[in-house]
């Protein structure tokens, strides 16, 4: 009897022409949840400039300032940034900013029992710029996931990305609100690497496309030692999209896909290959452990640089030119 092991040695063709089989095997989607995802941020800052009514609330009366804050806010909120005590309100006013609205700041998690913050900060931004850097990013990446995987897996990495970016984020960043769906889409990132790992074998120049990955991920956290950009929230967004990778977009054996259409005396024995199953297993108990840990120390009102005094360096690097604020 054939086993299925080896169907795909005997069926295994060259490396493009194999991608090109498999590809063939595949459903592909039609994205909508990102488009949704995208149009509902969007719709949120439309209702903040709308109810923050700058120009009615700026006691200078000067529409241009209202105009640049709305716009260039990001300039001292870049990625998933925050604000502190020293640059103002960005583009909200006194009575109605980031912090009212749902961003995240530790003592209303902590001491005011404000767990929804953990969710909310993923839809809020500080800036047009802000968001539509964010949004243009999260289009890229992910309508390609959706399309492949499906609007329920891609909407789970989008959610517990963005909630693990600020768990994380809420960890180490305790005097500041941070706002912004970074951690979401750094967890898209972490998701596409992870997924070619876990399917390294259907794909063709694969070293090229890892490579490629490597130095995008790279080079988008390297901008997180910035000074006023929140990295823990892309770290945190990132491993947790890069964990989930591994749990929910395997892609099938090929010989699984065409198991209907498979001669009597070929058993397909599996699903996925071993090495998925193990890296989905291990992948399942660092992120229960992680939510789980991460979410204790939270709660406990732990200061996360009390335990990794390093860390301090993962978000922002002091140089002559400026300053890190590592509260």
């Not at 795909?8 to 989607?29: F, G, I």
């Not at 896909?257 to 193990?278: C, F, G, I, M, W």
Request: with cysteine; hydrophobic share 45%; aromatic share 12%.
């Amino acid at each position: 009897m054939m086993t299925g092991d080896d169907l795909e040695r005997r069926r295994r063709p060259k490396d493009s022409s194999r991608t090109e089989s498999y590809v063939r095997t595949e459903t592909y989607w039609t994205s909508w949840l990102i488009p949704v995802f995208v149009v509902a941020n969007i719709a949120v800052f439309v209702v903040i400039m709308y109810v923050n009514n700058c120009p009615k609330h700026n006691r200078m009366r000067i529409d241009g300032k209202c105009v640049a804050s709305y716009v260039f806010g990001v300039l001292k909120c870049a990625g998933d940034g925050y604000v502190n005590d020293h640059h103002g309100k960005m583009f909200l006013d006194d009575d109605l900013d980031l912090e009212k609205l749902g961003a995240l700041q530790w003592m209303k998690i902590v001491h005011g029992h404000q767990a929804w913050r953990l969710v909310t900060a993923n839809w809020l931004h500080a800036g047009l710029i802000h968001l539509v850097a964010n949004m243009l990013s999260i289009v890229l990446i992910g309508i390609r996931l959706e399309q492949q995987f499906g609007f329920l897996r891609v909407g789970v990495i989008y959610i517990l990305s963005g909630f693990g970016g600020s768990v994380l984020s809420s960890l180490f960043i305790q005097k500041n609100i941070s706002v912004g769906a970074s951690g979401a889409l750094f967890g898209l990132l972490g998701t596409m690497l992870s997924e070619l790992i876990t399917n390294w074998t259907i794909y063709s120049n694969k070293a090229a496309a890892l490579l490629t990955l490597v130095v995008i991920v790279v080079v988008n956290l390297a901008v997180g030692i910035l000074p006023f950009v929140d990295n823990f929230a892309h770290i945190g967004g990132f491993l947790t999209g890069f964990l989930l990778g591994f749990i929910l977009l395997p892609r099938p054996r090929f010989g699984w896909l065409e198991r209907h259409t498979l001669p009597a005396d070929v058993r397909v024995n599996s699903k996925y290959k071993v090495y998925q199953y193990v890296l989905g297993l291990l992948a399942l108990v660092l992120i229960v452990a992680g939510f789980t840990v991460g979410l204790v120390m939270l709660f406990h009102g732990e200061n996360g640089y009390k335990r990794c005094h390093w860390c301090r360096y993962l978000n922002c690097v002091p140089t002559s030119k400026w300053r890190c604020n590592t509260s």
